[in-house]
Every structure is written in C-alpha cells, then in structure tokens.
C-alpha cells in the first residue's frame, strides 16, 4: 500500500534492504535449511509493503502454528517502506516476494519493473475517505466543500477523481490538501481538515485509538469503485528459477489467511515483538477485523485467500488506467503468474 507512512526517521535505507536481502536470497547462497520434517526447507524471504500492522497477522500465525514448514518454506520477513519500494526491490531480486499494493505492481510494469502477482488478497479495496463520525459525513454528497488531506501522486489520490465521478461529483468540489503520509492523521485530529484519503484496515483504528473518537468511513468499494489492492509478489526472474517455491509459497500463504481469519485473536497476537513500531493490540485487532472483509469480491467468495479471477484482474486494470496509473495496459497475465496461484 503505497500511502502508508509513520515518521521519515523510522524508515529504513533501501540500501540495507538490498544487502540484507541478498544475504538470504542472492543466486549462488545455500537456499535450504536442514530443519523441517522430512528434509531441508526452501529459505525464502518476503518483504512486506511496510511495517508490520493487523493486516499482516496472517503471515506471523503461518510461521507461529508451521504452516510455511508445512510448505516446504522457511520465511524470513522483512517490514517495507510503501508498496513502490517493495515492489522494486522484489522485481530487482533484492527480496524473494513481496507484498505490495496492486496499483504500484501495475504502475511499476510501466516502468520496467519486471515483476508479477502470485495472488492478489485484498480483492475489494481498503481505499476510503476517513473522518471523526461528529462531522456527520454519510454520502459522498456530503464532501462537497470539505478540505481533505491527501498525499499527491499516490493510488490513493489518484483514484479520488474516479470515485468522485462515480458519485457526481467534481474534483473542484472537494478541496485535497497535499499532506505527508506521516501527517495526515494529526491533520485530522488538529481538525486543519475534515479527512483523510487512506486504508480502512489501517489509519482508521490508529486515528480512533489516538483520539478517541469514533471514526467514520466512506470506502470506494461501497460507493462504485473497486479495484485489487495487497497481493503476494515475486520477480520475474526469481519465478523463471523458482517456480515450485513460489507455488508452494502462495499455497502457504492462502492457508494462513484462511486459519487467520478462523482465530483472529491468536493470529494477532502472533504479532507479538514483530516491530518497535506494532500498533497497540486493541489495533491491531481492528485493522485484521477489517482486513478479513477484504478479501474477495462477488466472482470469488467462498473460494480459498488468493484465488482470482480474470475479469476481476481486468476491472482493476481498466480503473486504474482511467486514474492515470497505468499509461500502457497490458494482458492480465502479464500481470497476474495464474499458474502459480492459490487454487481452490
């Protein structure tokens, strides 16, 4: 999710992502463990989109409850800088997988970052307008005239202009006040403006839990506008040399999410030490909650964390085109390894 932020001094430098990273995963180093039942595990390591929060949980309680051993996977995960990042190092061979936002998967194809999904399982966007519910926002008709804080240039302010539309609305009818990422909750709370562009499995628990006010959402998805967001990625040269990994890998993690979203409780609390920077637990536990509304759109409930559809990839690329995100589409499975995804 390329709109999440905290404080520009916790980011970590790229550069030691990079070195890190091909440590573990580089051509040529030792990729197996000797641990595991019945033989060696595939060492694989997955950078998430950034620091850990509640929609990762499902990776923590895969490795607590050995779901990846199960797999034949020994992870090793890493916490991000936005999903942009994520996305570059991942196709640049300088993290195994990745979990990154679809938007910035499909903006980086554009340039010439070679890298595709394995599985997208935020299938129904998290994109929403946030504000403390006292402002007494219920329609998208109601922000007609209202300063809301955004970040410029990210999938976020991007698809804004659609969603208005959508909604018979102008961009001249909204104010969008080029915030930081970092800043945009104390914008709100100070009441400089009337709401956030951001993730309802994100910044709208933090807000609440900062300051105790009940927040409010209008999410894109429920007023006309929907599109792929977080998804399990691989570069295309670590797919051309490690198929059978990366199909295990997603397997791994579509089970995750699936005995995640059965105990929400101790897949949380699996997070336990993941970050300096983890959220409270009270958070946390709202951000997976929301994160398990997610996960599929109407072609795909009832079917295992992961499974996607072509006509849901194909909406997603057309949305994002008309935001201005994607200059040149391109087939979905160019986009979209279908080979290697969860099945089910």
């Known amino acids: 999710m390329t709109a999440r932020r905290r404080s520009p001094g916790l980011l970590l430098p790229l550069l030691l992502v990079a070195v890190t990273a091909t440590a573990c995963g580089g051509d040529g180093a030792d990729r197996t463990t000797a641990t595991g039942p019945g033989g060696g595990l595939d060492r694989v390591t997955l950078t998430l989109n950034w620091y850990p929060y509640g929609e990762h949980a499902p990776f923590y309680y895969g490795k607590q409850r050995k779901i990846f051993e199960k797999h034949g996977i020994d992870l090793t995960i890493r916490a991000g800088q936005g999903s942009q990042k994520t996305v570059q190092a991942t196709g640049a061979g300088q993290s195994d ?17 070679r890298a595709r999904s394995l599985g997208v399982f935020l299938q129904t966007t998290p994109s929403s307008v946030q504000f403390f519910a006292s402002k007494n926002i219920t329609s998208p008709a109601d922000l007609k005239g209202r300063t809301i804080a955004g970040t410029a240039g990210d999938a976020l302010a991007r698809t804004f202009p659609v969603f208005l ?14 915030t ?11 009441g400089r403006v009337d709401g956030l562009l951001g993730y309802a499995s994100d910044q709208g628990p933090t807000m609440q839990h900062k300051a105790g006010k009940k927040v409010g959402h209008l999410r894109f998805s429920e007023h006309g506008l929907n599109f792929y967001s977080n998804g399990l990625i691989a570069g295309e ?20 999410f699936a005995e995640a979203g059965k105990a929400p409780g101790p897949a949380v609390a699996a997070m336990k ?4 920077q983890l ?5 946390l536990a709202e951000q997976f909650r929301t994160t398990l509304t997610l996960l599929h759109t109407p072609s795909t409930r009832g079917k295992a964390p992961g499974v996607n559809t072509e006509a849901d990839w194909q909406r997603t690329i057309d ?8 200059g040149e589409p391109r087939p979905v499975a160019e986009y979209w390894d279908s080979a290697t995804a969860p099945k089910g």
């Open 97 to 113: 997988f990745g979990w990154a936002d679809t938007p910035a998967l499909l903006s980086g194809a554009d340039s010439g970052v």
């Open 165 to 178: 539309r959508k909604n018979n609305l102008s961009e001249s009818d909204v104010t969008v006040q080029n």
């Open 180 to 190: 930081d990422p970092a800043g945009k909750i104390a914008a709100v709370i100070s």
């Open 237 to 256: 040269r670590y797919l051309s040399g490690h198929r059978e990994v990366a199909r295990r890998m997603a397997a791994a993690v579509s089970e995750s």
């Open 273 to 276: 030490g993941a970050s300096e």
């Open 279 to 283: 959220p409270p637990e009270e958070v």
């Open 319 to 326: 949305v994002l085109a008309e935001a201005g995100l994607v």
